[in-house]
């Protein structure tokens, strides 16, 4: 990557000074990071530089992308925020110590991870631009992943996924987002990621591409009749969303029928009410599937006609409808309409309904705890996190109960657990856990076994196939009352404690 790159990438939206301003940050970059060296080998500079790329693509203004240039130099060499201002003024060197900032806060232990959350969230309210320029820096990050040691890896792809994707969805920056989560579902879930892209992009992706292309000139011929202009491409679902979606559902990947659509992009509103009455025409629609969110954005200002139709074979195909604007806006969120505004049009001002809602929030609650979980409800609906006494989080689904966390942890915890103390108390091993509970299993050394009863309440895979591995050795034990005894025993002797 080379600053002249990012020239050519903006040249044509910018002004003279602008450009100017992007050279000297590169400069005053790369005299503060020479000799610095990434794990890559690289040097230093090229981090700065991807950040800076990434930030281009998004639209991002000239003092962003300037702040991103510059966003390690205050914490990798002895150049300080007070200096910076001197060189670059009040607002690149406000966006660079916040994004230092942000990066001092580290993920470990229930408060300093509420606390990190919380200065993102406040971060995000404050200037949208702090944030983009985190997600630039964590995306590049994730993408020379590789290159960090195995723990390192884990605990950022982790981390990643806890808090900055859900943001990224929140802020309706899909584009970001799902590169993220792709890459972090690669480490975090090796076997399971090959398994997938195997099945998908081997088996299923080549003939998904048939039926897409014909589908598409099918209803291109249908629009041409019309006179309505339009860009037909197909868009196929990320891996992980996939993967999500397979374990949330128990559903195989062939059940998943969503893994594709097609996306038609016309030059407006009119148009494209237009297009689905023609799609409706060529193909029967299942009309529980159609939404309008043109009529009816979503709250991150999502706008599309979506539909699904039986397609050719009666094939659930579906449809997403939209015009370029939205389009932008699908793939950036608010950075598509900071843009649009950057660039002088009159379009709608950004709509930044929910960061008014969090510093709302914010102020009637100003106490951290209720704050965070407030967001925490729309952030992580169908997860929990829950800790170790160490501050070691894990992520289960809803309704997961201390013996899933006892296999998270480890299968030989899992089945020597015998007792369990849920924030300090005595608990069941059978309770449904609540979010950020603090968690800690008391293991019964002498036990040969998980208790085939486990089955009957576990959540996760995880649980259920370690306690069915060990069932047909302990098949005698289920029978036991011995095993009766020692349950007894254990109800006799927790309540001590
Ligand atoms: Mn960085």
């Not at 930044?352 to 609906?381: A, G, H, M, S, V």
């Amino acid at each position: 990557m080379t600053i002249e790159q990012i020239i050519t990438k903006i040249k044509d939206q910018s002004q003279p000074s602008e450009l100017k301003l992007i050279h000297q940050a590169y400069d005053f970059a790369k005299k503060y990071h020479s000799g610095q060296k990434r794990l890559t080998g690289e040097p230093y500079i090229q981090h700065s530089l991807h950040t800076a790329f990434i930030l281009t693509q998004l639209g991002a203004d000239a003092p962003t992308i300037a702040a991103g240039l510059l966003h390690d130099v205050p914490e990798d060499s002895n150049c300080s925020i007070a200096e910076l201002r001197q060189n670059f003024g009040e607002d690149i060197a406000f966006l660079v110590d916040s994004v230092t900032k942000l990066s001092l806060v580290n993920y470990h232990g229930q408060e300093r991870y509420r606390e990190s959350l919380k200065k993102m969230f406040l971060a995000i309210a404050k200037d949208l631009r702090v944030s983009l320029i985190k997600f630039a820096d964590r995306l590049h990050n994730l993408r020379t992943l590789e290159y960090l040691p195995d723990e390192k890896r884990q605990k950022i792809a982790r981390e990643t996924l806890e808090i900055y994707t859900p943001i990224a969805g929140l802020l309706g920056i899909w584009h970001l987002k799902w590169q993220m989560e792709d890459i972090c579902f690669r480490f975090l879930y090796p076997n399971d990621y090959k398994e997938l892209a195997h099945k998908y992009e081997v088996e299923k992706k080549i003939e998904l591409d048939q039926y897409i292309e014909k589908t598409g000139q099918e209803l291109s011929k249908a629009l041409d009749r019309l006179h309505i202009k339009h860009e037909i491409n197909g868009r196929f679902k990320h891996l992980y969303s996939i993967w999500l979606k397979m374990n949330n559902k128990n559903r195989k990947f062939d059940e998943i029928y969503d893994v594709f659509a097609l996306r038609v992009i016309v030059p407006t509103i009119d148009d494209c009410y237009r297009a689905l009455g023609a799609i409706h025409s060529l193909w029967r629609p299942n009309l529980g599937r159609f939404k309008d969110y043109i009529a009816i954005p979503k709250p991150n200002g999502y706008q599309s006609l979506h539909t699904t139709v039986f397609g050719s074979e009666g094939r659930a195909t579906e449809f997403q409808i939209r015009t370029s604007e939205m389009h932008a806006q699908a793939q950036y969120g608010v950075a598509a309409h900071w843009s649009y505004k950057q660039f002088g049009s009159k379009k709608t001002a950004p709509k930044l309904n929910w960061t008014k809602e969090i510093l709302n929030l914010q102020e009637t609650n100003p106490n951290t705890q209720d704050f965070i979980q407030n967001i925490q409800l729309d952030l992580f609906k169908d997860r929990i996190f829950i800790l170790t006494p160490k501050g070691d989080v894990y992520e289960l689904p809803v309704g997961a109960t201390p013996i899933d966390f006892a296999y998270a942890i480890h299968t030989d915890i899992g089945n020597k657990a015998s007792g369990v103390l849920i924030n300090n108390k005595i608990g069941q091993l059978n309770a449904s856990l609540d979010n950020s509970d603090i968690v800690e299993i008391i293991i019964d050394k002498k036990q040969t076994g998980p208790n085939p009863d486990w089955l009957k309440f576990v959540k996760t895979s995880k649980a259920r196939s370690a306690i069915k591995q060990y069932a047909p050795k302990s098949v005698l034990q289920r029978f036991s009352p011995l095993q009766n005894l020692r349950d007894l025993w254990h109800q006799i002797k927790e309540p001590r404690k």
